[in-house]
T-cell receptor
Framework: AQTVTQSQPEMSVQEAETVTLSCTYD???????LFWYKQPPSRQMILVIR??????QNATENRFSVNFQKAAKSFSLKISDSQLGDTAMYFC????????????FGKGITLSVRP | DAGVIQSPRHEVTEMGQEVTLRCKPI?????LFWYRQTMMRGLELLIY????????DSGMPEDRFSAKMPNASFSTLKIQPSEPRDSAVYFC???????????FGQGTRLTVV
């Protein structure tokens, strides 16, 4: 079975500083995708960044980047120059190509950016 | 495109009543998901359709829950009879293909009293 673990329930960061959100996953599949989604108070789920497991290069999207460690099954999200609008819940998600392929989410982490 | 459209946005119902949640996926998308979000359990996948066919319904809590996708542009999630523990936000999401980005609707906040 596929599992996604986000062990930190909440974090806080000062505006303009950098914060890293942790995520680990468990799978026996070799080909899969990993995602970080953001859920602001509006409740809308927004894709932040995506990483293909076969790519060694870490994905980046402006202030957002990932540290993908395939052997360790770790997929952390780094937010640089934090902004007040980054305050939200962040979910790590996993989607494999296996027979029981499905999009599985972690429990999420609440990030607060302090002014 | 208008995105994934869910209705209603909010639903309050009495215990024992039937509840039907509706979802219109993005046109052209062939995968559709129903998720339930609660504080305690986070985002749980209830059921997953591919080309209108249910692929995995192992997350459906019990027989009171049922989901249908009669065509590529419409899906329903029904709870009958509803119970207070069903109170949650229910999300529908669709994607163009497996492994690609899933686009979420705004969710339906269900309260069963």
């Amino acid at each position: 079975a596929q599992t996604v673990t986000q062990s930190q329930p909440e974090m806080s960061v000062q505006e303009a500083e950098t914060v890293t959100l942790s995520c680990t996953y468990d799978t026996s599949e070799s080909n899969y995708y990993l995602f970080w989604y953001k859920q602001p108070p509006s409740r809308q789920m927004i894709l932040v960044i995506r990483q293909e497991a076969y790519k060694q290069q870490n994905a980046t999207e402006n202030r957002f980047s990932v540290n993908f460690q395939k052997a360790a099954k770790s997929f952390s999200l780094k937010i640089s120059d934090s902004q007040l609008g980054d305050t939200a819940m962040y979910f790590c998600a996993f989607w494999s190509t296996g027979a029981n392929s499905k999009l599985t989410f972690g429990k999420g982490i609440t990030l607060s950016v302090r002014p | 495109d208008a995105g994934v459209i869910q209705s209603p946005r909010h639903e309050v119902t009495e215990m024992g009543q039937e509840v039907t949640l509706r979802c219109k996926p993005i046109s052209g998308h062939n995968s559709l998901f129903w998720y339930r979000q609660t504080m305690m359990r986070g985002l749980e996948l209830l059921i997953y359709f591919n080309n209108n066919v249910p692929i995995d319904d192992s997350g459906m809590p019990e027989d009171r829950f049922s989901a249908k996708m009669p065509n590529a542009s419409f899906s329903t999630l029904k709870i009958q009879p509803s119970e207070p523990r069903d109170s949650a936000v229910y999300f529908c999401a669709s994607s163009l293909a497996a492994l690609s980005e899933a686009f979420f609707g705004q969710g339906t906040r269900l309260t069963v009293v």
